[in-house]
Every structure is written in structure tokens, then in C-alpha cells.
Nanobody, 115 residues
Framework: QVQLLESGGGLVQAGGSLRLSCAASGTIFSINPMAWYRQAPGKQRELVAHISSGGRTNYADSVKGRFTISRDNAKNTVTLQMNSLKPEDTADYYC?????????WGQGTQVTVSS
């Protein structure tokens, strides 16, 4: 069974930085694509950043140039470095992967950016 455990959320002022981490277990991490999604109150869950097994990355337009996704296959972790945070980045952030065709999600970590 795949388990994803996020950490690193919190409260930060606009312009600040946070680093989210996701530790994966129960899967051959190195072959899995990984991603971060977020869901703000009253809004649909949206893709923030995606990284393939080979390290290719994609970002939502709203975070390009500010967020960086990376992975460490030796440690089975994926990280989201978030810089120049804005109040509109406030959301619950979820780690995602796909395993034998089925999506797996972490429990989420809350990020709050104050103005």
C-alpha cells in the first residue's frame, strides 16, 4: 500500500518562503511520477507542479518562476520549494502519485500566506 506523508506547511507572510516535503513508502518511488496539488477553500483541487520519473517538471502558470519541485529517489521524497508566496497561494497542499494506474494522495498540509 502506498503511503504519502507531507510536511512543511505553516503560516508565512506574503513574500516569504516555505518548503514542503513528501515522503513516500510502499512503492518503487523512482519509477513513479510525483506531483503537488492544492485546494483552496471553496475551490477545486488544482495541479501545482509535476515531476516525472526522469525529472522532467511542469508547473501551473500561477507558480512558474516561484515554485520548484524536485525529487530525491534515494530518500523517496519529493519537495516543493515555494518562494515569493502570495495570499492566493493559501490552500491545503497534497502530494500525489500514481501506482499501477491508481492515484494515491497524502493527507495534505496547510499553507497560509498572510498579506
Amino acid at each position: 500500500q502506498v503511503q504519502l506523508l507531507e510536511s512543511g506547511g505553516g503560516l508565512v507572510q506574503a513574500g516569504g518562503s516555505l518548503r514542503l516535503s513528501c515522503a513516500a513508502s510502499g512503492t518503487i518511488f523512482s519509477i513513479n511520477p510525483m506531483a503537488w496539488y492544492r485546494q483552496a477553500p471553496g475551490k477545486q483541487r488544482e495541479l501545482v507542479a509535476h515531476i516525472s520519473s526522469g525529472g522532467r517538471t511542469n508547473y501551473a502558470d500561477s507558480v512558474k518562476g516561484r515554485f520548484t519541485i524536485s525529487r530525491d529517489n534515494a530518500k523517496n521524497t519529493v519537495t516543493l520549494q515555494m518562494n515569493s508566496l502570495k495570499p492566493e497561494d493559501t490552500a491545503d497542499y497534497y502530494c500525489w502519485t500514481v501506482h499501477f494506474g491508481a492515484s494515491d494522495w497524502g493527507q495534505g498540509t496547510q499553507v497560509t500566506v498572510s498579506s
